[in-house]
């Protein structure tokens, strides 16, 4: 079975950093594009980022272009996104999901989703 798990959050304050992880287990990774997501409490969830199989495409959302950069280690079967920069608007769940095929911000197009980490910006 396909599963992916997300690590990584936290509690910080603005303008820190942090790094989640999206490992997968039960695949490789080599073959997928692994899209971040995140939705923030009433909020729908929402496309962060996405990198492409080979690692080759990549996008952003307008929210985080130039803070947050995605990542991945086949060799680790992991993916990461890297957030710098963090801000009070970046506090939701984040979740990770992988598709074959090439990146969409459309969550309908992902399966294999993750539990989610939680990501808190506060002073």
């Known amino acids: 079975q396909l599963q992916v798990v997300e690590s990584g959050g936290g509690l910080v304050q603005p303008g820190r950093s942090l790094r989640l992880s999206c490992e997968a287990s039960g695949f490789t990774l080599d073959y997928y594009a692994i899209g971040w997501f995140r939705q923030a409490p009433g909020k729908e969830r929402e496309g962060v980022s996405c990198?492409?199989?080979?690692?080759?495409?990549?996008n952003y959302a307008d929210s985080v272009k130039g803070r947050f950069t995605i990542s991945r280690d086949n060799a680790k079967n992991t993916v990461y996104l890297q957030m710098n920069s963090l801000n009070p608007e970046d506090t939701a769940v984040y979740y990770c999901a992988a598709r074959t095929g090439a990146c969409s911000n459309y969550v309908f197009l992902f399966g294999s989703w993750g539990q989610g980490t939680q990501v808190t910006v506060s002073s």
């Open positions: 990198i492409s199989s080979s690692g080759g495409s990549i």
